[in-house]
Structures are given as structure tokens and as C-alpha cells.
């Protein structure tokens, strides 16, 4: 009886020490690879909106920004001078 006691409270010691060692590893291992992945696939996505917004406003395209209700409008401030460059010409 006392041999099953003990071999209980390795096997729970045993198990304790599993799961600590599986909660170091996801804190100090797997949590930052995710968190880093994420952070980096936020910064590409960002990225790549700006680089959106920056070509259709070089092409002296309108590029509609809504943030909650509001919406601007962006344009290049070139275009802007070339068109009223054309217009005092005329």
C-alpha cells in the first residue's frame, strides 16, 4: 500500500514537472515565433496599403480613405499644380 502511494505521487510529481516544462516552453519559445509572425504580417500588410495609396495618387488618381465615417480623398499635390498650371494657361 505504501509502494502505491508513492508511485502516485512520483507519477503526479513526474506529470507537474511535464506540464511546467510545456508552459516554459510555449512562454518562452512558441509565444514570441507566433507573436513575431503576426507583428510581421501586420507590417507587410501596412507596407504594402502605402505603397497602394502612393501609386494611385502618383498616377493623379482620387484614392478615397474612410477611417470609421469619415472619408478623404488623397491626390498627388503634383497633379494638383499641374492642373492649375493647365487651367491659368487657358
Do not use: H, W
Not at 12 to 34: D, Q, R, S, T
Amino acid at each position: 500500500m505504501a509502494r502505491n502511494k508513492t508511485a502516485i505521487v512520483i507519477l503526479m510529481l513526474v506529470l507537474l514537472v511535464l506540464i511546467l516544462g510545456f508552459l516554459v516552453i510555449y512562454a518562452f519559445v512558441l509565444k514570441p515565433v507566433v507573436s513575431g509572425y503576426a507583428i510581421k504580417a501586420q507590417n507587410f500588410g501596412t507596407e504594402q496599403t502605402i505603397l497602394t495609396i502612393a501609386q494611385l495618387s502618383q498616377n493623379c488618381q482620387v484614392v478615397p480613405l474612410t477611417i470609421g465615417e469619415q472619408t478623404i480623398e488623397l491626390i498627388d499635390v503634383n497633379c494638383v499644380q499641374k492642373e492649375s498650371e493647365i487651367l491659368v494657361e487657358n
